[in-house]
């Protein structure tokens, strides 16, 4: 009994290393994304999780039967799974990136932990704690303080575009598709099976609007230079972060989860402060440290803030 105890308490702790690691690798894809925006959507998309999907498969090579077997039984689930995360929350990211601003999108994608609990709160009737409604507050307003450098009217004068609606539908189905990860069919199953058949699954629903592309346009990777940008948004921005997001959900919930995706912001941050060279303000600072801040009050146990 103590040593399953011990096993669960590791597990779990690596499951807050997963959690909090996840972000920074995430917000590679829009650094990357950008570099590599001379690629059309679908076409940047399908290279993305086809070469993921392959890559996963080979290496769950040993878990072939459970991946089987799961397939059989929850294949409409992981078509759908593959949908949310890899066609909207891929090429329609892609594709949205072209007519909307970096803090647009940014603001945008704080709204998923908002959506999961509530959608927890309808779907499962999970109930919402006062702790986290505080700590999802002051990651918002930490937000805000980040993308407006302290000027939280200029939130009034943001104009929203096709773009912005179209992140916005890519964070709603983020939303979704972390709600999906946390069924109950998906109980026991090793999280990189799931990510290689929900992979698989994208895969498949991405491939035929990247044909249409390569058929009708030239805009695919020719240089060793975009080779090189599809390699790292495959290894990442995909392999690397929806692994530890996807074992963070199933030993937290995806409502945890989903609030510590507020950290891509100050994580994001600090990437254009190192690759692209961006001055970090006083302003950006204090937001990072609301933002960090409120995932820990929003998410981790009680009994470690306030015993």
């Not at 998309?45 to 996963?56: E, F, H, Y």
Request: aromatic share 10%; proline share 4%; glycine share 8%.
């Amino acid at each position: 009994m103590k040593t399953e105890n011990k096993q669960k308490a590791g597990a779990g702790t690596l499951g807050w290393i997963a959690l909090a690691a996840a972000p920074l690798f995430f917000s590679t894809n829009i650094i990357l994304g950008k570099v590599a925006k001379s690629i059309d959507p679908f076409t940047l998309a399908s290279l993305r999780w086809s070469t993921s999907a392959l890559i996963l498969l080979i290496i769950i090579r040993p878990q072939w039967p459970i991946a089987a077997r799961l397939l059989r039984q929850q294949w409409k689930l992981l078509l759908l799974a593959g949908f949310l995360a890899m066609w909207i929350c891929g090429a329609i990211v892609y594709l949205a990136l072209h007519s909307t601003t970096a803090n647009n999108a940014t603001l945008i994608y704080t709204t998923p932990p908002l959506m999961i609990i509530v959608i927890e709160y309808f779907w499962r009737g999970r109930p919402i704690s006062l702790r986290e409604i505080i700590g999802i507050i002051a990651a918002v307003i930490g937000i805000g303080v980040i993308i407006t450098r302290g000027d939280l009217t200029a939130l009034l004068e943001m104009r929203f575009n096709s773009g912005d609606l179209l992140i916005m539908l890519a964070a709603t189905s983020w939303a979704v598709y972390s709600v999906v990860l946390k069924s109950r069919v998906f109980e026991g199953v090793p999280t990189l099976v799931i990510f290689a058949l929900t992979a698989s699954m994208g895969s498949l629903t991405l491939l035929p609007f990247a044909s249409y592309e390569l058929m009708t346009s030239a805009n695919i990777p020719h240089s060793l230079y975009q080779w090189q940008m599809v390699g790292g948004i495959i290894l990442l921005s995909s392999l690397i972060p929806f692994s530890l997001y996807q074992f963070g959900i199933k030993q937290h919930g995806s409502s945890t989860g989903g609030v510590f995706l507020y950290m891509m912001a100050p994580f994001g941050l600090l990437l254009a402060w190192i690759v692209l060279g961006e001055t970090l303000s006083a302003q950006i600072l204090t937001g990072c440290a609301l933002v960090l801040g409120g995932v820990i009050m929003a998410t981790f146990p009680v009994k470690l803030l306030f015993r």
